[in-house]
């Protein structure tokens, strides 16, 4: 399987209500560009205009772009995602619980706490979790962590 990039400035959807809702959005953008198309003499300049649309049109393809990459981890199809460096670990570890098909509820209970810590380690990308925590959270999920540290000499 090809390796998993989440772009960058792109927020990621971590669970199936935010899944729902970036739908909601995307088909309200859908339609106010189908709008704003089908409705062009209203009084605004044709730069202006263009300018609407190509906003519209700009922030639905982001939100299609994460709503595939939900939908790509969810179907458990992707088995290797991308890990360039230890600030990537939170996100890799999100992703890896959605492709495990775990809901966070799914993942607390595997780890014996509660839905709401999960929530809370992934709402704040797993800063106020123990290196034990996250170790038990790699183990569980299954990943397996195949990067090497380069080490560089400081003076």
Sequence with gaps: MEKDRFPPGLHMIKNEKQYRISKTHAERFRQAI????????????????????DALESQLEDLETELKQYESLRSGKQRTLALDSIEDLPKT???????????????A??????????????????????????NEV?????????????????S
Aim: net charge positive.
């Design 34 to 53: 189908a709008e704003v198309t089908a409705n062009p003499d209203r009084g605004i300049p044709a730069k202006l205009r263009k300018a609407e649309i």
């Design 109 to 134: 209970h595997k780890l014996g706490v509660k839905t709401q810590q999960i929530q809370r380690y992934e709402a704040t990308d797993y800063r106020s979790a123990s290196l034990e925590r996250i």
């Design 138 to 154: 790699v183990r569980v999920l299954g990943v397996k962590l195949r990067r090497r540290a380069e080490l560089r000499l400081v």
């Design 93 to 107: 570890l999100i992703q890896a619980r959605i492709a495990a098909g775990l809901s966070q509820e799914g993942l």
